[in-house]
């Protein structure tokens, strides 16, 4: 199971994300341009010494990335789907594609995927922070599969 990051905007989003894909056993796809410099500290700081045990893959570009993963199904997470992630059957080799924080993705992009799902929310909110996205949607891709750690 992998987590693709399309553009990420906050250093400290991509660090939490890469924390909670080496405690789960998950890599990280990072799709540029990014919205900070690779080496900013805040990445660190938020992946803190969890970041030597997450596989991290940088594509200079959403076409580099789709070739890259092959035949690996592309499950996009986003506010403007109608089907609830929990009712969604994720397999085990599926990479969950987030947007930018600002803006999601592209219409190029959401074109493309295999599927579109959303975490369901109350209707008085916009969304959930990209992290915290990250980590519902990859405990229940992998509770589903059967491939949740230890």
Same mark, same amino acid.
């Given at each position: 199971?992998?987590?693709?990051?399309?553009?990420?905007?906050?250093?400290?989003?991509?660090?939490?994300?890469?924390? =909670?894909?080496?405690?789960?056993?998950?890599?990280?796809?990072?799709?540029?341009?990014?919205?900070?410099?690779?080496?900013?500290?805040?990445?660190?700081?938020?992946?803190?010494?969890?970041?030597?045990?997450?596989?991290?893959?940088?594509?200079?570009?959403?076409?580099?990335?789709?070739?890259?993963?092959?035949?690996?199904?592309?499950?996009?997470?986003?506010?403007?789907? =109608?089907?609830?992630?929990?009712?969604?059957?994720?397999?085990?080799?599926?990479?969950?594609?987030?947007?930018?924080?600002?803006?999601?993705?592209?219409?190029?992009? #959401?074109?493309?995927?295999?599927?579109?799902?959303?975490?369901?929310?109350?209707?008085?909110?916009?969304?959930?922070?990209?992290? =915290?996205?990250?980590?519902?949607?990859?405990?229940?891709?992998? #509770?589903?599969?059967?491939?949740?750690?230890?």
């Amino acid at each position: 199971m992998r987590i693709a990051l399309f553009e990420p905007e906050i250093a400290g989003n991509v660090g939490a994300v890469m924390r =909670t894909c080496a405690c789960m056993g998950a890599s990280v796809d990072l799709i540029e341009p990014l919205g900070f410099p690779w080496d900013d500290r805040r990445v660190r700081r938020a992946a803190m010494d969890y970041i030597d045990h997450v596989e991290v893959v940088r594509h200079k570009s959403f076409t580099a990335f789709r070739e890259a993963i092959g035949e690996s199904r592309l499950v996009l997470f986003t506010t403007r789907a =109608t089907q609830s992630s929990y009712d969604f059957e994720y397999r085990a080799d599926d990479v969950l594609l987030f947007g930018k924080e600002s803006a999601g993705v592209t219409d190029d992009v #959401r074109a493309s995927v295999d599927a579109s799902v959303r975490l369901p929310m109350r209707a008085e909110v916009r969304s959930l922070n990209l992290a =915290t996205s990250a980590a519902i949607a990859l405990t229940e891709a992998l #509770r589903q599969t059967d491939t949740l750690p230890g």
